[in-house]
Nanobody, 123 residues
Framework: QVQLVESGGGLVQTGDSLRLSCAASGRTFIAYAMGWFRQAPGKEREFVAAISGTSGRTGYADSVKDRFTIARDNAKNTVYLQMNSLKPEDTAIYYC????????????????WGQGTQVTVSS
């Protein structure tokens, strides 16, 4: 069982930066690939980024590539999402998720989810 708690969301302006954090419980954090997903009002949940536990391999949605960076600190059981050059279309609830094994962009393959943190980007 893995419990995830996100933090770091807030209200920012276009072009600003934010760093989201996701703290995970459990002693086998390194065995899990970690992902960030987001859901805007009236839209489906979409993949943002993911990082593997051991190799550090990462994957990004095209919409955030070159603006967002995912990283993890296995000693702290924490995964981060650094978001730069934020745009109004980045406004959403951001969720942290975990799955055993390799990264994947399919939300249905992630077994554990946090409660989400709101990110609002004003124009």
């Amino acid at each position: 069982q893995v419990q995830l708690v996100e933090s770091g969301g807030g209200l920012v302006q276009t072009g600003d930066s934010l760093r989201l954090s996701c703290a995970a419980s459990g002693r086998t954090f390194i065995a899990y690939a970690m992902g960030w997903f987001r859901q805007a009002p009236g839209k489906e949940r979409e993949f943002v980024a993911a990082i593997s536990g051991t190799s550090g391999r990462t994957g990004y949605a095209d919409s955030v590539k070159d603006r967002f960076t995912i990283a993890r600190d296995n000693a702290k059981n924490t995964v981060y999402l650094q978001m730069n050059s934020l745009k109004p279309e980045d406004t959403a609830i951001y969720y942290c998720a975990a799955r055993p094994g390799s990264i994947n962009s399919n939300a249905a393959l992630y077994a554990y989810w946090g409660q989400g943190t709101q990110v609002t980007v004003s124009s």
